[in-house]
């Protein structure tokens, strides 16, 4: 026997084939935030694929498939919240100034040393 060939091997992999870009059941901005974080899923003609080979059943990963598309959709349907600006506080600006002071220090001295050769 070969020692390279693999024995008892079953092919369980699942392959979910669900056309996004088509899809009247999908409202347009939440095809478009799903099109945006899954691009790299999605076919040119516009099909999501959703892979799964996590079990050594094929039904179980159809159904991991299926669990992986309605996690995928309701994290799409929710719009993402606008960012609300803030300002850094007093210690961190504090902060920042203490580690930029040893650089400022010494481009000021190069930049003092420069002036007096000329």
């Known amino acids: ?3 390279g060939q693999n024995v008892n ?3 369980t992999k699942a392959l979910l084939r669900w056309p ?3 899809s009247p059941s999908l409202p347009e901005p939440v095809r478009q935030r799903l099109l945006a974080k899954c691009r790299r899923q999605v076919t ?3 099909d999501l694929l959703i892979v799964s080979q996590r079990f050594r059943d094929a039904g179980r990963n159809v ?3 299926l669990e992986k598309l309605r996690e995928l959709l309701v994290a799409a349907a929710s719009p993402p919240r606008p960012r609300k600006p803030t300002r850094p506080t007093k210690s961190s600006v504090r902060r920042r ?3 930029q002071t040893p650089a400022i220090q010494k481009k000021r001295q190069r930049h003092s040393t420069a ?3 000329s």
């Open 1 to 3: 026997m070969d020692r």
């Open 9 to 11: 091997k079953v092919n």
């Open 20 to 22: 996004l870009a088509t």
């Open 44 to 46: 040119a003609e516009g």
């Open 63 to 65: 159904a991991d498939c």
């Open 97 to 99: 100034h203490r580690e």
């Open 115 to 117: 002036a007096d050769d």
